[in-house]
């Protein structure tokens, strides 16, 4: 008897960039360890699929022929494969995992992130939140985020907590030297910030409230802002934050101290990690656009860095005070400012580096794999048994 059967929809594979890219491409690697892949990706993404597993591509944009394809693709897919089980890489794909598990009789699931629930647009929650009551399986990123699914109608037995994993890289110190040598930093207090821009990340808030008091108490200082802006987002107002970013600075008279970087390949992201004396993640507290995790802040422990942030959402599952960083009350710019003050200021010990280290241990992408497999055998074996979901 062969391996268990699992036919993959996904919208997010490398080289798209971000988050949810990097969970997608590790869920199949770890998956093909113990079940047989079929994959329905973005034909820009095929490459990304692990090498033994056959894919199908699809156009990535307009997002309406994505929907489209994939739906004819998954289900053509599933007709020949006869998998087990159909999981969506998102909540996006989530409507077409039940339609291809349906026209074989197989068990449907889902991963999804906080936005995949919370998104307030009224066909988005009509058409698709729905959907999500039905899925067998419903993988989530954070307590936070299994909150918002039981609020949507999914039932609790069928959710499972499974947060993203990290690599834990080996400690680098040369390549800060390049890092700050590539951007002209010298010796100075360098602060980053990791991700998509979008408004959830408060990075204009940050520069408004924060970035003056720090100047003042600490007048060598210097941000990093790593990453592009999310062109490839359902949301309305996923662009034009770039713009934003840029004029706040000139507004601010901040041109020496705060730099966008755009984006930098997983090389530099390193480097500006052991550069960095802290990652700051001011997320809002917005209401349908939810941090469901905030994978940026273990891997930031994973590299030894600690993570200042906003207690929003699922940010409370991927920083652990003061074990891997802080957590501010959401909208205590202040308390913020003194928290950075103190870590621009203070020497760093070994002994925090490696306890933050610890921390990013506990999601290593291992673990993460572990997880997925028990859940979506689980849901297989109940299948073939003839038990609920």
């Given amino acids: 008897m062969g391996?268990?059967?699992?036919?993959?929809?996904?919208?997010?594979?490398?080289?798209?960039?971000?988050?949810?890219?990097?969970?997608?491409?590790?869920?199949?690697?770890?998956?093909?360890?113990?079940?047989?892949?079929?994959?329905?990706?973005?034909?820009?993404?095929?490459?990304?699929?692990?090498?033994?597993?056959?894919?199908?591509?699809?156009?990535?944009?307009?997002?309406?022929?994505?929907?489209?394809?994939?739906?004819?693709?998954s289900i053509a897919l599933a007709r020949r494969f006869r998998p087990h089980l159909v999981l969506a890489g998102s909540g996006l794909t989530a409507p077409l995992a039940r339609m291809a598990a349906a026209s074989v009789n197989a068990r449907s699931g889902a991963y999804l992130h906080g936005l995949d629930?919370?998104?307030?647009?009224?066909?988005?929650?009509?058409?698709?939140?729905?959907?999500?009551?039905?899925?067998?399986?419903?993988?989530?990123?954070?307590?936070?985020?299994?909150?918002l699914a039981e609020r949507a109608g999914v039932l609790a037995a069928r959710i499972n907590i499974v947060h993203p994993g990290t690599s834990l890289p080996a400690w680098?110190?040369?390549?800060?030297?390049?890092?700050?040598?590539?951007?002209?930093?010298?010796?100075?207090?360098?602060?980053?910030?990791?991700?998509?821009?979008?408004?959830?990340?408060?990075?204009?808030?940050f520069l408004e409230r924060v970035m003056p008091a720090l100047v003042e108490a600490v007048p060598r200082i210097f941000l990093a802002v790593i990453g592009g802006e999310a062109v490839h987002?359902?949301?309305?107002?996923?662009?034009?934050?770039?713009?934003?970013?840029?004029?706040?600075?000139q507004r601010l008279g901040m041109g020496e101290h705060v730099q966008l970087m755009g984006e930098q390949d997983d090389v530099m992201v390193r480097a500006a990690f052991f550069s960095s004396s802290a990652l700051i993640f001011p997320v809002l507290d917005l209401p349908g656009d939810s941090e469901g995790f905030g994978m940026v802040a273990v891997e930031a422990a994973a590299h030894g860095v600690p993570t200042v942030a906003f207690a929003v959402?699922?940010?409370?599952?991927?920083?652990?005070?003061?074990?891997?960083?802080?957590?501010?009350?959401?909208?205590?710019?202040?308390?913020?400012?003194?928290?950075?003050?103190e870590l621009c200021r203070g020497s760093e010990l070994e002994e925090a580096r490696l306890r933050r280290r610890d921390f990013a241990a506990k999601f290593e992408w291992g673990r993460f794999g572990e997880r997925v497999r028990e859940a979506c055998g689980a849901v297989i074996r109940n299948a073939d048994a003839g038990l609920a979901p």
Wanted: charged share 20%; aromatic share 4%.
């Fill in 172 to 205: 680098e110190p040369a390549r800060a030297a390049e890092f700050r040598q590539h951007f002209g930093l010298g010796d100075r207090p360098v602060l980053l910030s990791l991700g998509r821009l979008t408004s959830r990340k408060g990075i204009v808030e």
């Fill in 313 to 341: 959402g699922g940010v409370v599952d991927a920083v652990a005070d003061p074990e891997s960083g802080s957590l501010v009350p959401s909208g205590d710019y202040a308390c913020m400012t003194e928290n950075l003050i």
């Fill in 3 to 73: 391996k268990p059967r699992i036919l993959v929809i996904t919208r997010n594979l490398p080289p798209l960039r971000g988050g949810m890219e990097r969970l997608n491409h590790h869920l199949l690697q770890e998956l093909t360890q113990e079940f047989e892949l079929r994959v329905c990706c973005p034909r820009e993404c095929v490459s990304a699929v692990p090498p033994a597993v056959p894919a199908t591509g699809v156009p990535l944009r307009p997002l309406s022929r994505f929907v489209l394809a994939s739906a004819v693709h």
């Fill in 233 to 249: 987002s359902i949301k309305a107002d996923a662009q034009g934050q770039r713009q934003r970013i840029l004029r706040t600075i």
């Fill in 117 to 147: 629930i919370a998104a307030e647009h009224w066909i988005y929650q009509k058409l698709w939140v729905r959907q999500f009551r039905a899925l067998d399986l419903v993988l989530v990123n954070s307590r936070h985020t299994a909150a």
